[in-house]
């Protein structure tokens, strides 16, 4: 078994949220988020198709490039700035330990 | 289909449940979007996440401006004739109109908030090409944040990323930023709801109204999960609590299929 990774969440009240993140079971930044019960939908399922689970990335990690699909989705979504990224698309690896991420508000 | 096919039942499709009533007689009246009327003892609901609607922009008075001038579809172009048109958006619903209705409106503009497009290449070159000629107005680097005007829309707010804030005049704000799926008119049914979903009673899936039930992704309860197996699971038990309701005076009997087939039809 591998160690967990820290991966900070700020919800939308600015709240801290310090997260152990298992490296070793294929999950995404959306899924942690569902996984410690914050106020993420993840409706599509993680496919790049709602943005529920957008997602402001706070920290100077680099991050693998967003693909065509991801890039898709954000130019449908709101409140998009030059940090934005799918939790769902972001896929938790060794290299993401002290990741520290912000929720994008929710829109209508 | 062929499996529902030996109970026979009736299908209203293409149209959306839009109000519940109770009647005099104490049964249930669904009414649809297009009028259909359905009389029944008992409903089940099972609307999943609800139905897809146009995912709207955060601006404060966009509702304000519905059927005033912001048109989150494209029902009928000529509608747009001869008007000026200011369409959001940069997926291939946003090309597609805009490369449709350069030809219709008196005075096109597209906003979008990168530069580059995501679109079909084709429709990307077609629209690149339509504003070069000026036949449009291309705006990128940009997001529509306001809409003014005094009973009708007259002009959207644009933000742009290096010049700052201005004004275009418009007749007609189309934001094409696709669907998303709501609960809709399920929400206003007087039901007891919990983030989007209905509050439901695990014994047999009712809700808090005596003769509505909630199955499926619609529904939410302790240890909920939206699964097709559940979904199932929960649709079995609300059915023999629902013939409770809809039969008072039989006696419901517990039979395998494999056993005993079903009536009517050879086994
Ligand atoms: C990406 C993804 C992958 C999934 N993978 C699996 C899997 O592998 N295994 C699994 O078990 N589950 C899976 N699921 C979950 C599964 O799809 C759902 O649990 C299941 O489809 C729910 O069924 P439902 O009938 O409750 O709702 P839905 O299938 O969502 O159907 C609801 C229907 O109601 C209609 N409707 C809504 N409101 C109205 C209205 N007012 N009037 C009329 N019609 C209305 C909608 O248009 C829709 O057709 C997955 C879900 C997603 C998103
Ligand atoms: S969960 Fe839908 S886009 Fe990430």
Redesign the interface.
């Known amino acids: 078994m591998k160690e967990d990774i820290k991966i900070t969440v700020f919800d939308r009240d600015n709240e801290r949220h310090d997260l152990d993140a298992p490296t070793d079971m294929g999950m995404n930044v959306m899924e942690l988020c569902k996984a410690y019960e914050l106020p993420v939908e993840g409706?599509c399922g993680g496919m790049a198709l709602?943005a529920s689970c957008h997602v402001y990335v706070l920290s100077n990690h680099i991050l693998p490039e967003p693909t065509?699909d991801e890039?898709?989705m954000l130019?449908?979504?709101?409140?998009?700035q030059d940090n934005s990224r799918l939790g769902c698309q972001l896929k938790i690896r060794e290299e993401m330990d002290g990741l520290e991420v912000k929720l994008a508000?929710v829109?209508? | 289909m062929n499996q529902i096919l030996p109970f026979n039942p009736g299908f209203t499709l293409g149209e959306r449940a839009e109000h519940l009533e109770k009647q005099a007689d104490g049964r249930w009246c669904v009414t649809t979007s297009r009028g259909t009327k359905h009389l029944a003892p008992v409903v089940f609901i099972a609307g999943g996440l609800g139905s897809f609607e146009p995912r709207k922009p955060p601006i404060d008075n966009i509702e304000y401006f519905e059927d005033k001038g912001v048109e989150y579809f494209v029902r009928y172009p000529e509608f747009f004739k001869d008007r000026r048109v200011v369409i959001a958006g940069g997926g291939d619903s946003a090309l597609d109109w805009t490369i449709y209705l350069a030809e219709v409106a008196r005075e096109l503009t597209l906003v979008h908030r990168r530069t580059e497009f995501r679109g079909a290449p084709d429709s990307v070159e077609k629209v690149q090409e339509l504003a070069k000629s000026g036949k449009i107005k291309l705006i990128t680097n940009a997001q529509v944040t306001g809409l003014h005007g005094n009973g009708k829309l007259d002009g959207v707010v644009i933000q742009h990323d290096t010049e700052g804030e201005f004004t275009v005049e418009t007749d007609y704000f189309v934001p094409l930023f696709g669907l998303t799926p709501k609960l809709g008119p399920i929400a206003e049914w007087g039901l007891e709801l919990d983030k989007n979903a209905i509050a439901v009673n695990t014994l047999d899936y009712s809700t808090n109204i005596q003769g509505i039930y909630a199955i499926g992704d619609v529904n939410t309860y302790p240890g909920k999960l939206k699964l097709i197996l559940c979904g199932f699971h929960e649709a079995t038990l609300a059915c023999q609590s629902a013939f409770k309701v809809a039969r008072p005076d039989q006696k419901l009997s517990f039979k395998y299929t494999t056993v005993t087939g079903i009536e009517g039809l050879p086994l």
């Open positions: 409706t709602c065509d890039l898709a130019d449908q979504a709101f409140f998009v508000p829109s209508q």
